[in-house]
C-alpha cells in the first residue's frame, strides 16, 4: 500500500506502460551510451514515462527519482537488462522514494551477473550457432539460411519483451530466486561459447600446408605430418596466432585482420599454404 511519505501518485502500471518500456528498449536502450557512466541514461529514458506517471509529472520526487537513476554508473546486457527494470517498477510502483536506494544496490549487484550470462548466450553464443548455419546455407546458395538468422531473431527480441513482465510480477523475489543461479548458468555459457568456438575453428578456418619439402629426393608432406599430430592443427595454429597478436599493445581487431590477409597472400603466392 502507497504510503504519503513515498511522494508517490499510487499509480499502477498497465500493459500499455509495458508495450512502451519493451518498444523503448529495443531501439534506444543504447543509444544515450557514453564512457563515464554508459548506460545510465539510456536506462532512464526507457522507464521515464512510468516515472513520470508513478511521481507525478514536474515533481520533486520525480525529480529525485531521475537524479539516482542518472547517478551511479549502470552497464548490463541489453538482452536482460528489463530484468532490473521489471524489479526497479515494482518497487518504486510500491514504495516510491523509499525504495531508491534499494534500486540503486539492485542496478548495481545484478548488472554485472547479467552482463556475462547475456552477453554470452545472446551476444555470442546463438549469433555464433545460428550466425554460421545461416551464413554456410548461404555459401551453398540455399535461402533458408535468411529466415532462420530472422527467426532466431525475432525470438530473442520475443524474450526481450516478455522478461519485463515476468520481472515486474515476480519483484525482489525474482533476485532471491535467481542468485543461486547466475554463477552456474555464468559458468555454463562460458564453456559451451568455448566449444563452439573450438567446433567452429576445425569446421570453418580452411587452410593447408602446401609447402613442397624435398630431403634428399624425399618429398615431406608437411599437412599430413600435423595431421598425425592433432586433425586441424594449422587452423588451431592460426587462431593462436591471431589471438596472439590480439595480446600486443596497440593491436586491434582491424589490424589483426588485416596481418591474416597479407599473411595469406603472400604465402598463398608462394605455394606454401591453400585453401583446405
Given at each position: 500500500?502507497?504510503t504519503?511519505?513515498?511522494?508517490?501518485?499510487g499509480?499502477?502500471?498497465t500493459?500499455a506502460?509495458?508495450?512502451?518500456i519493451?518498444?523503448?528498449?529495443l531501439?534506444?536502450?543504447?543509444?544515450?551510451?557514453n564512457y563515464?557512466?554508459?548506460?545510465?541514461?539510456g536506462?532512464?529514458?526507457i522507464i521515464?514515462?512510468?516515472l513520470?506517471?508513478i511521481?507525478?509529472?514536474n515533481t520533486?520526487a520525480l525529480?529525485?527519482?531521475c537524479?539516482t537513476?542518472?547517478s551511479?554508473?549502470?552497464n548490463?546486457?541489453?538482452?536482460?537488462n528489463t530484468i532490473i527494470?521489471g524489479?526497479?517498477?515494482?518497487?518504486?510502483?510500491?514504495?516510491?522514494l523509499?525504495?531508491?536506494?534499494?534500486v540503486?544496490?539492485?542496478k548495481?549487484?545484478l548488472?554485472?551477473?547479467l552482463?556475462?550470462?547475456?552477453?554470452?548466450?545472446?551476444?555470442?553464443?546463438l549469433p555464433?550457432?545460428?550466425?554460421a548455419?545461416?551464413?554456410n546455407?548461404?555459401?551453398?546458395?540455399?535461402?533458408?539460411?535468411?529466415?532462420?538468422?530472422?527467426a532466431?531473431?525475432?525470438v530473442v527480441?520475443w524474450f526481450r519483451c516478455?522478461?519485463?513482465y515476468?520481472?515486474y510480477e515476480q519483484?525482489m523475489?525474482?533476485?532471491t530466486?535467481?542468485?543461486?543461479?547466475?554463477n552456474?548458468i555464468?559458468?555454463?555459457a562460458?564453456?559451451?561459447?568455448v566449444?563452439?568456438?573450438?567446433a567452429?575453428?576445425s569446421t570453418n578456418?580452411?587452410?593447408?600446408?602446401?609447402?613442397?619439402?624435398?630431403l634428399g629426393?624425399?618429398?615431406?608432406?608437411?599437412q599430413?605430418?600435423?595431421n598425425?599430430?592433432?586433425p586441424?592443427l594449422v587452423?588451431?595454429?592460426?587462431v593462436g596466432f591471431?589471438?596472439?597478436l590480439?595480446?600486443k599493445?596497440g593491436?586491434t581487431?582491424t589490424?589483426a585482420?588485416i596481418?591474416v590477409?597479407?599473411l595469406?597472400?603472400v604465402?598463398?603466392?608462394?605455394?606454401?599454404v591453400?585453401k583446405?
Amino acid at each position: 500500500m502507497t504510503t504519503m511519505s513515498s511522494k508517490t501518485t499510487g499509480y499502477k502500471l498497465t500493459k500499455a506502460d509495458f508495450q512502451q518500456i519493451n518498444r523503448r528498449n529495443l531501439v534506444g536502450f543504447q543509444a544515450g551510451w557514453n564512457y563515464e557512466r554508459m548506460q545510465h541514461s539510456g536506462y532512464l529514458w526507457i522507464i521515464l514515462p512510468q516515472l513520470r506517471k508513478i511521481y507525478g509529472d514536474n515533481t520533486e520526487a520525480l525529480k529525485t527519482a531521475c537524479r539516482t537513476q542518472c547517478s551511479p554508473f549502470f552497464n548490463t546486457s541489453n538482452f536482460l537488462n528489463t530484468i532490473i527494470t521489471g524489479i526497479d517498477l515494482a518497487l518504486e510502483e510500491n514504495d516510491g522514494l523509499e525504495s531508491l536506494e534499494t534500486v540503486a544496490s539492485l542496478k548495481t549487484g545484478l548488472m554485472g551477473p547479467l552482463a556475462s550470462i547475456g552477453d554470452s548466450i545472446f551476444g555470442s553464443l546463438l549469433p555464433t550457432i545460428f550466425g554460421a548455419l545461416a551464413a554456410n546455407m548461404a555459401m551453398q546458395g540455399n535461402p533458408i539460411g535468411i529466415f532462420i538468422w530472422i527467426a532466431v531473431n525475432v525470438v530473442v527480441d520475443w524474450f526481450r519483451c516478455k522478461q519485463t513482465y515476468i520481472a515486474y510480477e515476480q519483484g525482489m523475489k525474482l533476485v532471491t530466486t535467481m542468485s543461486d543461479k547466475l554463477n552456474a548458468i555464468t559458468d555454463a555459457a562460458t564453456v559451451m561459447g568455448v566449444f563452439m568456438v573450438g567446433a567452429l575453428v576445425s569446421t570453418n578456418v580452411g587452410i593447408v600446408i602446401s609447402a613442397p619439402i624435398d630431403l634428399g629426393g624425399v618429398n615431406i608432406d608437411l599437412q599430413h605430418i600435423c595431421n598425425m599430430i592433432c586433425p586441424k592443427l594449422v587452423p588451431a595454429a592460426l587462431v593462436g596466432f591471431v589471438y596472439w597478436l590480439l595480446g600486443k599493445k596497440g593491436m586491434t581487431s582491424t589490424k589483426a585482420i588485416i596481418v591474416v590477409l597479407i599473411l595469406g597472400i603472400v604465402l598463398g603466392g608462394l605455394g606454401w599454404v591453400a585453401k583446405g
